[in-house]
């Protein structure tokens, strides 16, 4: 049986907006429920989500019992760096998705969650199960999940003033010409290939600022730091591309044929800093790369000094002159 609930309209108004505040959902939530017949005015079936209300009618919502998709096998587990009754710190793996989506067929991040049984914000709705900020497949690294949704939306604050530290670890090709390089361009969606984001007028603002850390021992290569000052889609892969340089393992924006492979995209989520939002202190976590970005290093670089750069004091020091 289908759960149905009645609403009175007291006033004229289109009806996906009444309905949207008497359940609680988006607009296009309302929408996808009047497209699988869910919704009728006076016991009439309704066709479109903009119907004019009249005062005193009555809405009826049908809603549909969820489908019960089969539990996907999470056959992977991940590195909890931090946790307490309000967050979650973790390092990704490399090679697993964050959210569920129709292309995804193996387990996400979200599926490793529930499979833990974590209680998890819900303010982003229930298929983004408290993720704050989202790696790219390929990144590892340090992420951070709330477990409820007041410190959600405190994170997500941090998130947009800033005071949330980001810094990112990447191997690249070839070497940046300066110590320190910023980029600012907006991002957005590439006109000439779908998977690609892409430097565009139109876009959405990004800031990133590069610090060169390591030369390979052949000085082909490069390791660097990359702090984040906003956080959009492929946004370093972008503001590299900016600069005609890629990172190792990147099969979307590296096509050079001559360059490294690399089972991976060599970009690790390193350090992360942020204001608890219980406690109010600020908290810093490091995340240690992957046995293949490891061995990818003391092949190519030497590690002394690799070990030496990459002190966390060091790479936070490197930025102190850009916020």
Known sequence: MNETKS??????????????????QSRSQIAQLIKQECV?????????????LKAEQTIRVEFPHAKKEPALQVDFDVE??????????????????????????????????????????TISGEERHGIVHRLDKGTSGTMIIAKNNESHEFLSNQLQDKTMGRYYLAVINP????????????????????????????GKYAKTVFKALALSNDEKNQLIACKLFTGRTHQIRVHLESLSRHIIGDHIYATSPKQDKSERILLHAYLMYFIHPKTQEKISFMADMDDVMKDYLSKKFNMEYINEVMDANNIIGSFTSHS
């Not at 070497?175 to 139109?202: H, P, Q, Y």
């Open 40 to 52: 009728y005015v006076d016991d009439k079936l309704v066709a479109r989500a903009g119907v004019k």
């Open 175 to 202: 070497i940046l010409k300066d110590d320190i390089t910023e980029v600012e361009c907006s991002i957005g969606r590439s006109s000439n290939n779908r998977l690609k984001m892409a430097c565009v007028a139109n």
């Open 7 to 24: 609403y009175v309209c007291n006033e004229p108004q289109r009806l996906d907006i009444f309905l949207a505040s008497e359940i609680g």
């Open 80 to 121: 909890i760096l931090y946790e307490d009754d309000d967050v979650l710190v973790i390092n990704k793996p490399s090679g697993v998705t964050v959210h569920p989506a129709p292309s995804v067929k193996e387990a996400t991040l979200v599926d490793w969650l529930k499979h833990k049984g974590i209680r998890l914000s």
